[in-house]
């Protein structure tokens, strides 16, 4: 168990919905981390937040966005849902925002099935 | 930029028979290379880590790494593979004064009794 926190566990849901994704990451780790997994595209970082504001982007969509909260926990909001992003996505955390120290720890992810 | 190529996409083992799952990397500068393991309907758990110390990096269960500048080759070892080894294992780069991890497409290990 990496202390990565991530709900719901499953999502199914149909195209041109919105869904939100919830993240708490390890305590004491103030970097949040998205990743997209897809049978085509593998795994893919979408987003960094780091102490809430954004630190670095990745293959995100503009329909889909994210933040963090002053907790610390972190949200992914995927709209105008396609068949498309069916994946699972995982959410990872670490203490800092990079450096060679850094290490980043993943949680159990979060299966979206879009029909 | 930076790549990650994994140079199998399956490796079959006998049970006690040694591993090898293979990983070039591309980086512009010094990278930091990473070993996760993704047992079915599971998170992504780190094996282990290499950040410009030792070259032979050890993870956890038995297995170990050896980075290899000259053949920019990061691969990872085990002399004795366990049935609880089978997964899918994907090797990783991250340049160094970036936080962005880019993940090979994965390695998926079958170990037969």
């Known amino acids: 168990d990496s202390g990565v926190t991530q709900t719901p566990k499953h999502l199914i849901t149909a195209t041109g919905q919105r869904v939100t994704l919830r993240c708490s990451p390890r305590s004491g780790d103030l970097s949040v981390y998205w990743y997209q997994q897809s049978l085509d595209q593998g795994l893919q970082f979408l987003i960094q937040y780091y102490n809430g504001e954004e630190r670095a982007k990745g293959n995100i969509l503009e329909r889909f966005s994210a933040q963090q909260f002053p907790d610390l926990h972190s949200e992914l909001n995927l709209s105008s849902l396609e068949l498309g992003d069916s994946a699972l996505y995982f959410c990872?955390?670490?203490?800092?925002?990079?450096?060679?120290?850094?290490?980043?720890?993943f949680g159990p992810g979060t299966r979206l099935t879009v029909l | 930029a930076q790549s990650v190529t994994q140079l199998d996409s399956h490796v079959s083992v006998s049970e006690g028979t040694p591993v090898l799952l293979r990983c070039n990397y591309s980086?512009?500068?010094?990278?930091?290379l990473f070993w996760y393991v993704q047992h079915p309907n599971k998170g992504l758990q780190l094996l282990l880590k290499y950040t410009s110390a030792a070259t032979l990096v050890k993870g956890i269960n038995g297995f170990e790494a050896e980075f290899k500048k000259s053949e920019t080759s990061f691969h990872l070892t085990k002399p004795s593979a366990h049935m609880s080894d089978a997964a899918e294992y994907f090797c990783?780069?991250?340049?160094?004064?970036?936080?962005?991890?880019?993940f090979g497409k994965g390695t998926m290990l079958l170990v037969s009794p």
């Open positions: 980086s512009s500068y010094s990278p930091s």
């Open positions: 990872a955390s670490s203490e800092l925002a990079g450096g060679l120290r850094n290490t980043q720890y």
């Open positions: 990783v780069v991250r340049t160094d004064g970036y936080s962005t991890l880019t």
